[in-house]
């Protein structure tokens, strides 16, 4: 050791009552290694004020009262590197375990074994091998094998160009997971000005690259002009070059609406892949009262809102559109059924409507089958055949399943009893039952082969023509019409009788003058 500046006694020694030094102080020659050792003891006990207990911990002090500047001022501890692989480190070492402590006797807790590195925090150059440039300031702790390894990093020399300085320096974890205790409210926070949209990154280059971005959700840098507006939340994607492309996700801060696609919109929309049956892919709760639960606003008409298919179809099997049209189909095939609006008030389909309960129109939903409540002024119903019918197929067809079913029910509201009805008779042949809404007592049906019927009066208004070929009254059999011979002998009552009854048909007329 030699010291410059030495007040008294032998320069290469230091007195055990403390020297003092003006100048510089050597230790080696740098030939060999060379430690300055500050012994210290457990000999005051912890330091809590008690009986006895006083400092026995050596430290070093350095004060400063300067500031850096281009001179170093204020630098209380230089280090410096004299080798591209030498490292700078401040180390601290200890053992791996200690004997049990005891609190009541403040005994044990002394070192098991040898020490080993705890923590080195430091810089260098190049890695430990020196087959690569690290150039930074790090902090280390060991891993399972004691070996110290890289937790935190600082660059010094910028990693892409290898240039020494960097006006934005890259803090790099290794082997390492970053958590921040947010008990007392503690945040991860991310601050900047307005304008600065703050992002989180999630990149493909480990030096922060631009060609390696990949997301970033971030605000989106917008003026906030009150009222709230401004800042919104994106999750931004870039393409393999690291451009910026669209928004898939936008959050509103103003009103806090989600926006899948952003502003610009995202080409592939929003998939929902969902493996629980008994939950619904998408819950849309409303706490107010006249919400929508979802609005679609498409570019045109065949633009649709809703497709369904099921895992393996080539076609969607349901489809609604824009303009409200729904579509379904077989999933394997085009779509060939429809429903929708074909004017004012008009809703159609080009195909089959199949009811499988109850049809209520312009009245509430009741018993029957079918219910239809007009003010009038229209048709309760219109049935028109486009074609000729056949024996099996008719403008109307009614089928029962017995012969005590009734076809047919005619009466006015108030009414007890039908005014007309139709029902299938013993014969199965049909009866057409009339009456005045609270009796029933005039019926017409087939009788037998050939015959039709009524139990009761029949009128005719007007003209009555009987086409047959024989006919009975007063429950006379009936006959074929009958041929009148003989002579008249000048009776013209008698010519003009049998006149008119050859004209009714009732009589052949052969008779002469």
Same mark, same amino acid.
């Given at each position: 050791?030699?010291?410059? $500046?030495?007040?008294? $006694?032998?320069?290469?020694?230091?007195?055990?009552?403390?020297?003092?030094?003006?100048?510089?102080?050597?230790?080696?020659?740098?030939?060999?290694?060379?430690?300055?050792?500050?012994?210290?003891?457990?000999?005051?006990?912890?330091?809590?004020?008690?009986?006895?207990?006083?400092?026995?911990?050596?430290?070093?002090?350095?004060?400063?009262?300067?500031?850096?500047?281009?001179?170093?001022?204020?630098?209380?501890?230089?280090?410096?590197?004299?080798?591209?692989?030498?490292?700078?480190?401040?180390?601290?070492?200890?053992?791996?375990?200690?004997?049990?402590?005891?609190?009541?006797?403040?005994?044990?807790?002394?070192?098991?074994?040898?020490?080993?590195?705890?923590?080195?925090?430091?810089?260098?150059?190049?890695?430990?091998?020196?087959?690569?440039?690290?150039?930074?300031?790090?902090?280390?702790?060991?891993?399972?094998?004691?070996?110290?390894?890289?937790?935190?990093?600082?660059?010094?020399?910028?990693?892409?160009? $290898?240039?020494?300085?960097?006006?934005?320096?890259?803090?790099?974890?290794?082997?390492?997971?970053?958590?921040?205790?947010?008990?007392?409210?503690?945040?991860?926070?991310?601050?900047?000005?307005?304008?600065?949209?703050?992002?989180?990154?999630?990149?493909?280059?480990?030096?922060?690259?631009?060609?390696?971005?990949?997301?970033?959700?971030?605000?989106?840098?917008?003026?906030?002009?009150?009222?709230?507006?401004?800042?919104?939340?994106?999750?931004?994607?870039?393409?393999?070059?690291?451009?910026?492309?669209?928004?898939?996700?936008?959050?509103?801060?103003?009103?806090?609406?989600?926006?899948?696609?952003?502003?610009?919109?995202?080409?592939?929309?929003?998939?929902?892949?969902?493996?629980?049956?008994?939950?619904?892919?998408?819950?849309?709760?409303?706490?107010? *009262?006249?919400?929508?639960?979802?609005?679609?606003?498409?570019?045109?008409?065949?633009?649709?809102?809703?497709?369904?298919?099921?895992?393996?179809?080539?076609?969607?099997?349901?489809?609604?559109?824009?303009?409200?049209?729904?579509?379904?189909?077989?999933? *394997?095939?085009?779509?060939?059924?429809?429903?929708?609006?074909?004017?004012?008030?008009?809703?159609?389909?080009?195909?089959?409507?199949?009811?499988?309960?109850?049809?209520?129109?312009?009245?509430?939903?009741?018993?029957?089958?079918?219910?239809?409540? *007009?003010?009038?002024?229209?048709?309760?119903?219109?049935?028109?055949?486009?074609?000729?019918?056949?024996?099996?197929?008719?403008?109307?067809?009614?089928?029962?399943?017995?012969?005590?079913?009734?076809?047919?029910?005619?009466?006015?509201?108030?009414?007890?009893?039908?005014?007309?009805?139709?029902?299938?008779?013993?014969?199965?042949?049909?009866?057409?039952?009339?009456?005045?809404?609270?009796?029933?007592?005039?019926?017409?049906?087939?009788?037998?082969?050939?015959?039709?019927?009524?139990?009761?009066?029949?009128?005719?208004?007007?003209?009555?023509?009987?086409?047959?070929?024989?006919?009975?009254?007063?429950?006379?059999?009936?006959?074929?019409?009958?041929?009148?011979?003989?002579?008249?002998?000048?009776?013209?009552?008698?010519?003009?009788?049998?006149?008119?009854?050859?004209?009714?048909?009732?009589?052949?007329?052969?008779?002469?003058?």
């Amino acid at each position: 050791m030699s010291a410059t $500046g030495y007040t008294s $006694g032998d320069p290469t020694k230091v007195s055990k009552s403390g020297d003092t030094v003006d100048g510089n102080l050597t230790l080696g020659t740098g030939a060999a290694s060379r430690q300055l050792i500050l012994r210290s003891s457990y000999t005051g006990g912890d330091d809590d004020g008690g009986p006895a207990h006083f400092d026995s911990t050596s430290r070093i002090e350095l004060e400063s009262y300067q500031r850096a500047q281009t001179n170093g001022y204020g630098e209380v501890i230089r280090v410096r590197s004299r080798r591209a692989r030498s490292k700078q480190m401040f180390a601290w070492y200890g053992p791996t375990a200690y004997t049990p402590y005891n609190a009541a006797t403040d005994t044990g807790g002394d070192p098991i074994g040898q020490d080993e590195g705890w923590a080195w925090i430091g810089a260098h150059y190049l890695s430990t091998e020196g087959d690569a440039v690290h150039g930074h300031l790090s902090i280390e702790t060991p891993d399972t094998l004691t070996a110290l390894r890289t937790r935190l990093e600082f660059a010094i020399w910028d990693p892409v160009s $290898g240039a020494y300085g960097m006006d934005k320096t890259l803090i790099r974890t290794n082997a390492a997971d970053f958590q921040v205790r947010c008990t007392n409210s503690a945040v991860l926070r991310l601050s900047g000005g307005v304008l600065d949209k703050k992002p989180i990154e999630w990149s493909n280059s480990d030096v922060g690259q631009v060609s390696g971005i990949r997301w970033q959700l971030r605000t989106d840098g917008s003026a906030e002009g009150g009222s709230n507006a401004g800042s919104d939340l994106e999750l931004v994607r870039f393409n393999d070059s690291g451009v910026a492309q669209d928004s898939p996700l936008v959050i509103t801060r103003q009103n806090g609406r989600i926006t899948i696609g952003g502003s610009s919109g995202s080409g592939a929309g929003l998939t929902i892949n969902r493996n629980a049956a008994s939950a619904s892919a998408i819950t849309i709760a409303h706490t107010g *009262t006249g919400g929508t639960g979802m609005a679609v606003t498409a570019a045109d008409v065949t633009s649709s809102v809703v497709r369904g298919q099921i895992s393996g179809d080539t076609v969607a099997r349901a489809v609604v559109f824009a303009d409200g049209k729904h579509e379904w189909g077989s999933g *394997t095939a085009s779509r060939d059924t429809n429903l929708y609006r074909n004017g004012t008030d008009q809703l159609k389909t080009d195909d089959s409507l199949v009811v499988g309960a109850r049809l209520a129109v312009g009245q509430a939903l009741g018993s029957d089958a079918i219910a239809v409540t *007009t003010d009038g002024t229209i048709s309760a119903a219109l049935l028109k055949a486009s074609a000729l019918g056949t024996a099996s197929r008719s403008v109307l067809a009614i089928e029962t399943n017995d012969v005590t079913k009734r076809a047919f029910d005619y009466r006015l509201t108030g009414d007890s009893v039908s005014r007309i009805r139709m029902d299938a008779s013993a014969s199965s042949s049909g009866t057409i039952i009339f009456g005045d809404g609270t009796t029933a007592d005039t019926n017409i049906y087939r009788a037998a082969a050939d015959t039709l019927k009524t139990d009761d009066s029949f009128h005719v208004g007007t003209t009555f023509r009987h086409l047959g070929t024989s006919l009975g009254f007063y429950n006379a059999a009936a006959i074929a019409r009958p041929t009148v011979t003989g002579s008249r002998g000048g009776n013209a009552a008698l010519a003009s009788f049998l006149t008119q009854m050859a004209a009714l048909g009732l009589i052949t007329d052969s008779t002469t003058a």
